[in-house]
T-cell receptor
Framework: GESVGLHLPTLSVQEGDNSIINCAYSNSASDYFIWYKQESGKGPQFIIDIRSNMDKRQGQRVTVLLNKTVKHLSLQIAATQPGDSAVYFCAEMQGGYQKVTFGTGTKLQVIP | DAGVIQSPRHEVTEMGQEVTLRCKPISGHNSLFWYRQTMMRGLELLIYFNNNVPIDDSGMPEDRFSAKMPNASFSTLKIQPSEPRDSAVYFC???????????FGDGTRLSIL
């Protein structure tokens, strides 16, 4: 039969609105988390990271929230712009190791 | 500053041929990673190196795949012989140290006919 690819959840947001992309991570021992943005035809691009001793970190127009109790990570993008359209991946890493486990990704579509 | 540089950007070849993908990490980064991305399986780690030494190659699919890092500024991923199921985008990434973010190149899109 025909192979079925990964189904990427899609978030559609009006330009200027805020976006929230969610991620459930798998390993309770993970203590370092990263958000990546991947545009078509390009490699994943680092956006922001957070370590497990924090629950919130802010960058330029982006905020990452970490809830270790429920193993949940979110990325908030303020005033979403057309250039934010991409696939966003969360990634987790366990301290002392360098193997990164990537989520399946969320596609963000910005409606002009 | 130059990021991770990969070559070629695209490769199309017939099954059975040898394929060599190349990567130049960011200068000063001591860890290098090879990933494969497909629609079916997403982003998978194949192998990574610390200070030019392979640390974990458990993600390498089979013996047809091999990777080398002869020096701090160059790595290759080789597939011999190639098969159609190897078709994917292959990414190289580097990081400054343990528990630092990995920075990716723009990948090699490989098509095996």
């Amino acid at each position: 039969g025909e192979s079925v690819g990964l189904h990427l959840p899609t978030l559609s947001v009006q330009e200027g609105d805020n976006s929230i992309i969610n991620c459930a991570y798998s390993n309770s021992a993970s203590d370092y988390f990263i958000w990546y943005k991947q545009e078509s035809g390009k490699g994943p691009q680092f956006i922001i990271d957070i370590r497990s001793n924090m629950d919130k970190r802010q960058g330029q127009r982006v905020t990452v929230l970490l809830n270790k109790t429920v193993k949940h990570l979110s990325l908030q993008i303020a005033a979403t712009q057309p250039g934010d359209s991409a696939v966003y991946f969360c990634a987790e890493m366990q301290g002392g190791y360098q193997k990164v486990t990537f989520g399946t990704g969320t596609k963000l579509q910005v409606i002009p | 500053d130059a990021g991770v540089i990969q070559s070629p950007r695209h490769e199309v070849t017939e099954m059975g041929q040898e394929v060599t993908l190349r990567c130049k990490p960011i200068s000063g980064h001591n860890s290098l990673f090879w990933y494969r991305q497909t629609m079916m399986r997403g982003l998978e780690l194949l192998i990574y190196f610390n200070n030019n030494v392979p640390i974990d190659d458990s993600g390498m699919p089979e013996d047809r795949f091999s990777a080398k890092m002869p020096n701090a500024s160059f790595s290759t991923l080789k597939i011999q012989p190639s098969e159609p199921r190897d078709s994917a985008v292959y990414f190289c990434a580097s990081s400054l140290a343990v528990n630092q973010p990995q920075h990716f190149g723009d990948g090699t899109r490989l098509s095996i006919l």
